[in-house]
């Protein structure tokens, strides 16, 4: 069974620091890209990031582009967002979801076919 | 940015009725189209990928069809657990993104 784990979320300051992880099994963990996606308080998805099976192409939105860091440790089935100069508009639940295939490309055939229950992160002083 | 549109925002239909859920996209996105249900609480679950084919242990009620700009899920019967938000989403062009999604709700 495909089981995707998020920790690492809470409440922190704007301007500061806060480093997601996300624990996956139940599948080849180095065979897939990863993604994160998030989702503010009532509102809808957003895609934040993703990185193919060995880190070799990686994309951001727009918004945390610059400020977040995403990673992956294959050895560990361990996926990472690091997140850098947070403010109070990056406050969301946030997803890893993996992929249908193995490199983070568009166009991309195939969708984030399965979801972690998310971890949330507060920014606010 | 490819901006995705859905309408209705909310559609109240009954048990047993047919829903068709539309996703427009402001520029062609070839079949490169899914479609997600979120239920309060949960995270989302994918339905339709490549704007036709249904996902691992989805029902055949769910179907999706469309291409380029214009792209439609249809659940044929809904079931009471139907009821919930969908989405669809992007894949041709950076930045992936996502439609502001359709709530189906009990009438």
């Known amino acids: 069974e495909v089981q995707l784990v998020e920790s690492g979320g809470g409440l922190v300051q704007p301007g500061r620091s806060l480093r997601l992880s996300c624990a996956a099994s139940g599948f080849t963990f180095d065979d897939y890209a990863m993604h994160w996606v998030r989702q503010a308080p009532g509102k809808g998805l957003e895609w934040v990031s993703g990185?193919?099976?060995?880190?070799?192409?990686?994309g951001y939105a727009d918004s945390v582009k610059g400020r977040f860091t995403i990673s992956r440790d294959n050895a560990k089935n361990s996926l990472y967002l690091q997140m850098n100069s947070l403010r109070a508009e990056d406050t969301a639940l946030y997803y890893c979801a993996k992929d249908h295939g193995d490199i983070v490309v568009v166009p991309a055939a195939g969708a984030f076919d399965y979801w972690g229950q998310g971890t949330l992160v507060t920014v606010s002083s | 940015e490819i901006v995705l549109t859905q309408s209705p925002a909310t559609l109240s239909l009954s048990p047993g009725e047919r829903a068709t859920l539309s996703c427009r996209a402001s520029?062609?996105?070839?079949?490169?189209l899914a479609w997600y249900q979120q239920k309060p609480g949960q995270a989302p679950r994918l339905l339709i990928y490549?704007?036709?084919n249904r996902a691992t242990g989805i029902p055949a009620r769910f179907s999706g069809s469309g291409s380029g700009t214009d792209f439609t899920l249809t659940i044929s019967s809904l079931e009471p657990e139907d009821f919930a938000v969908y989405y669809c989403q992007q894949r041709s062009n950076w930045p992936e993104t996502f439609g502001p999604g359709t709530k189906v709700d009990i009438k």
């Open positions: 520029q062609s996105v070839s079949s490169y």
């Open positions: 490549d704007a036709s």
């Open positions: 990185i193919s099976w060995n880190s070799g192409s990686i």
